[in-house]
């Protein structure tokens, strides 16, 4: 079973890291089965947010008598230290813990230092001291904050998206953590969907230029957790087969796209933009049947709506201009009808 040593946190974690955030769109019961399952099949870290509405709850009722043998970590999108520490009381409450491993900062539009006068980083430093957390992590989708933080040496991990769709900048920032002992942990592994070969995945991920990169992946169904949990016996490895997949998807995977992370959420004029801005991709990468339902040609037909407001490429982590895709994938899907 292959281990990843997250930098200088010292946390030893399985290469399988259990991504929390889809155990929201599951039962209590569903989503306590699978993370025991993950558990007592050798996955050992299990990562989760105070954003993913009960992803926290249902973490704490399946591990509140193993706690010990796991690793976890959460995340807030506090403003302000006051509000940080009410997140992170809250998040100890849902996850039935007195300590959290790793406490992240979520994707903040900057990089949270001391004195900056938000009092963010003075909390995360006051919990630390209390023994409520136990390391200081960030994550982000931006290129410059990512690497102002890599560079502030203030935090020990740093969460950020990678995959084999990885652009040359993606790379630079995880060689920057290899070289500063700062824990990788790459998030969309399968690039929010877009990637449907997990054994691919998977083998990039497991390159030894990538033995410092805990991937986490986003589990829903247990025969999504089955695939990964049969990837620690039997790692698939990174074949000619593979390497032209990858070569292949790159090709079509290139430029502006969106990645789905829906940090451009929620839409005033509620269109589901961190799916209708990518439709024309799913619609070619999954099976078409699932997107022209009747319910995505409403979910669609709101791209009618558009206010052009401009909110939406404002909060964009990849700069992206979202009304143009918008229109460009609502096009695109009525050839599909």
Same mark, same amino acid.
């Given at each position: 079973?292959?281990?990843?040593?997250?930098?200088?946190?010292?946390?030893?974690?399985?290469?399988?890291?259990?991504?929390?955030?889809?155990?929201?769109?599951?039962?209590?019961?569903?989503?306590?089965?699978?993370?025991?399952?993950?558990?007592?099949?050798?996955?050992?870290?299990?990562?989760?947010?105070?954003?993913?509405?009960?992803?926290?709850?249902?973490?704490?009722?399946?591990?509140?008598?193993?706690?010990?043998?796991?690793?976890?970590?959460?995340?807030?999108?506090?403003?302000?230290?006051?509000?940080?520490?009410?997140?992170?009381?809250?998040?100890?409450?849902?996850?039935?813990?007195?300590?959290?491993?790793?406490?992240?900062?979520?994707?903040?539009?900057?990089?949270?230092?001391?004195?900056?006068?938000?009092?963010?980083?003075?909390?995360?430093?006051?919990?630390?001291?209390?023994?409520?957390?136990?390391?200081?992590?960030?994550?982000?989708?931006?290129?410059?904050?990512?690497?102002?933080?890599?560079?502030?040496?203030?935090?020990?991990?740093?969460?950020?998206?990678?995959?084999?769709?990885?652009?040359?900048?993606?790379?630079?920032?995880?060689?920057?953590?290899?070289?500063?002992?700062?824990?990788?942990?790459? !998030? =969309?592994?399968?690039?929010? %969907? &877009?990637?449907?070969?997990?054994?691919?995945?998977?083998? $990039?991920?497991?390159?030894?230029? *990538?033995?410092?990169?805990?991937?986490?992946?986003?589990?829903?169904?247990?025969?999504?957790?089955?695939?990964?949990?049969?990837?620690?016996?039997?790692?698939?490895?990174?074949?000619?087969?593979?390497?032209?997949?990858?070569?292949?998807?790159?090709?079509?995977?290139?430029?502006?796209?969106?990645?789905?992370?829906?940090?451009?959420?929620?839409?005033?004029?509620?269109?589901?933009?961190?799916?209708?801005?990518?439709?024309?991709?799913?619609?070619?990468?999954?099976?078409?049947?699932?997107?022209?339902?009747?319910?995505?040609?409403?979910?669609?037909?709101?791209?009618?709506?558009?206010?052009?407001?401009?909110?939406? !490429? =404002?909060?964009?982590?990849? %700069? &992206?201009?979202?009304?143009?895709?918008?229109?460009?994938? $609502?096009?695109?899907?009525?050839? *599909?009808?």
């Amino acid at each position: 079973m292959d281990k990843v040593v997250l930098g200088k946190t010292g946390l030893e974690v399985n290469k399988n890291g259990f991504g929390a955030l889809p155990i929201q769109r599951v039962t209590k019961k569903e989503a306590v089965y699978l993370l025991q399952k993950a558990f007592y099949n050798g996955i050992n870290y299990f990562d989760t947010a105070r954003a993913y509405s009960d992803s926290e709850e249902k973490m704490g009722a399946a591990f509140e008598y193993t706690r010990d043998k796991i690793i976890i970590s959460t995340k807030s999108q506090a403003q302000n230290g006051e509000e940080m520490r009410r997140h992170l009381e809250e998040s100890l409450k849902n996850l039935r813990t007195d300590y959290i491993d790793i406490y992240q900062f979520h994707n903040p539009a900057f990089c949270p230092k001391p004195g900056d006068g938000t009092g963010l980083y003075e909390a995360a430093l006051k919990a630390k001291e209390e023994g409520k957390i136990r390391h200081i992590g960030i994550t982000n989708h931006r290129i410059a904050v990512a690497k102002e933080a890599i560079e502030s040496g203030l935090y020990e991990t740093m969460q950020f998206p990678f995959s084999y769709l990885a652009a040359e900048q993606d790379l630079e920032i995880v060689e920057m953590c290899r070289k500063e002992n700062m824990g990788f942990i790459a !998030m =969309k592994g399968l690039a929010g %969907g &877009l990637i449907n070969d997990s054994a691919c995945a998977y083998a $990039y991920m497991n390159q030894p230029q *990538f033995s410092h990169v805990a991937p986490i992946w986003g589990i829903q169904r247990e025969t999504e957790l089955d695939e990964f949990l049969s990837y620690q016996d039997c790692p698939p490895e990174l074949t000619g087969k593979l390497q032209d997949k990858i070569a292949k998807d790159k090709e079509q995977l290139t430029g502006d796209f969106c990645r789905g992370c829906g940090y451009c959420m929620p839409c005033p004029a509620e269109i589901e933009i961190n799916n209708c801005a990518r439709m024309s991709l799913m619609l070619r990468r999954a099976p078409s049947e699932a997107w022209l339902t009747e319910e995505w040609q409403e979910k669609m037909k709101k791209i009618e709506g558009c206010l052009h407001c401009g909110q939406c !490429m =404002k909060k964009c982590p990849y %700069g &992206l201009n979202t009304p143009e895709l918008l229109v460009k994938n $609502y096009e695109d899907y009525k050839t *599909f009808l």
